[in-house]
Each structure stands twice: as structure tokens, then as C-alpha cells.
């Protein structure tokens, strides 16, 4: 089976600019996670999509929003990007367990530089 | 909240030491608890999950409710072990799988 990919690789936006990045899951899985990584934060969560509605969010401001499409792809958008928003981007792909956690499939990441 | 905390943020082994890399958390509910590792140009992938109980690449972690603590040991670190750890509690409120993780831990294997 193909692994999680996203693209773009690596970004490099201009301040106030908009980003939008893309995550293909593993066939089969339904449920999309986005991470950020940063060296100060670490990991944090982002959001989690499962057949095209949010399930979950984290502690991010309404510039970063994402969705999910019908074949389980996912995208993330960054509105009115700030230099903190520099970070590698982590999506992940899971099956859905009900009352369990599933083990998540990390993608590489896009680094997004802000400048 | 939820919240997993890995004091080390670099540990440094000889080949063939034992090795534990320290993980406690704190959760109001039943945790499910993992381990990610990330080697060196490669994705974040999992190593362990504590519900499987099993030994993967000669790693093991026990859920200790008491000590809230979920501490990933090998008895004999190899040199391929170098790399980042992550301990994560996965949050089931809310029916979703969101995990939080700790900030790492750099597993350096000295020869």
C-alpha cells in the first residue's frame, strides 16, 4: 500500500500571503489528521477530519482551516500567513476504531517557510 | 487536559546499555498510550502501542496507572536505535482520534 503523501514538499510564502496544502491517506483509511511541528511547540494537533466533517480541532486560530473530500483527501488552508507559521506540517491517516485509538500513518510533511 | 511529558529531551547510551526513555502523563480517563520514533530522514511512524503489549525491535512500555507513567526500556541499545521518540496519549472524547504528544526525547547510541 501507498504511505500518506503530501504535497507540496516544502513552501515558501510571503507574510499575509495564503497557503494550501494536500494530504492523499492511505486507501482505506477514512480519517485525516493535521499536525504542526515546530522546534519550540513540538507536535500539535491541528484537526482531524473523518468522512468530510471535523471531528476534532485544536488550539489554533480560524486562519487555519482545512476540509475533506468524499475519496478521504484532505486539504489545509493558512489564511493571512504570519512568520509563526513557519513549521512542517504533518498529516496522518488512520482506520477508525470506534472507542479506540488508531495508530496514525505520518506523510513526510510540508515545510512551509513564511517570510 | 490531557498532557504528556518527556523530561529528557536528549539521552545519550553506549551500545549495548540498557535504555529507558521516560514518558508520564496526565489524563482524566481510561489513556491509550503509543510510542513514535522518527530515525534520521525518515517519517514519524509508530513503534508501540500499549495496548498490544508487544516488543517491537527489542522495545517495551507498561502502562503503570498508579505512576500515570508509560516508560519505553530496552535492555541493550543497538547503534540503529539512535533517533527521536515520542510518547503520545491518544484523547477519545468527542468520538475522534486526536493524540497529544510529548516533546521528544533524542535517543543518541554511542559506540
Known amino acids: 500500500k501507498a504511505g500518506v503523501t503530501q504535497t507540496p514538499r516544502y513552501l515558501i510564502k510571503t507574510r499575509g500571503q495564503q497557503v494550501t496544502l494536500s494530504c492523499s491517506p492511505i486507501s482505506g483509511h477514512r480519517s485525516v489528521s493535521w499536525y504542526q511541528q515546530t522546534p519550540g511547540q513540538g507536535l500539535q494537533f491541528l484537526f482531524e477530519?473523518?468522512?468530510?466533517?471535523?471531528?476534532n480541532k485544536g488550539n489554533f486560530p480560524g486562519r487555519f482551516s482545512g476540509r475533506q473530500f468524499s475519496n478521504s483527501r484532505s486539504e489545509m488552508n493558512v489564511s493571512t500567513l504570519e512568520l509563526g507559521d513557519s513549521a512542517l506540517y504533518l498529516c496522518?491517516?488512520?482506520?477508525?476504531?470506534?472507542?479506540?485509538?488508531?495508530?496514525?500513518?505520518f506523510g513526510n510533511g510540508t515545510r512551509l517557510t513564511v517570510t | 487536559a490531557q498532557r504528556v511529558t518527556q523530561p529528557e529531551k536528549l539521552l545519550s547510551v553506549f551500545k549495548g546499555a540498557p535504555v529507558e526513555l521516560k514518558c508520564n502523563y496526565s489524563?482524566?480517563?481510561?489513556?491509550?498510550l503509543f510510542w513514535y520514533v522518527q530515525y534520521s530522514r525518515q517519517r514519524l511512524q509508530l513503534l508501540l502501542r500499549h495496548i498490544s503489549r508487544e516488543s517491537i525491535k527489542g522495545f517495551t512500555a507498561d502502562l503503570n496507572k498508579g505512576e500515570t507513567s508509560f516508560h519505553l526500556k530496552k535492555p541493550f541499545a543497538q547503534e540503529e536505535d539512535s533517533a527521536m521518540y515520542y510518547c503520545?496519549?491518544?484523547?477519545?472524547?468527542?468520538?475522534?482520534?486526536?493524540?497529544?504528544f510529548g516533546t521528544g526525547t533524542q535517543l543518541k547510541v554511542e559506540l
Open positions: 489524563y482524566s480517563g481510561s489513556p491509550e
Open positions: 496522518a491517516s488512520s482506520l477508525v476504531i470506534q472507542g479506540a485509538g488508531s495508530p496514525l500513518h
Open positions: 477530519y473523518f468522512s468530510e466533517t471535523q471531528r
Open positions: 503520545a496519549l491518544s484523547d477519545l472524547t468527542g468520538g475522534g482520534n486526536k493524540l497529544t
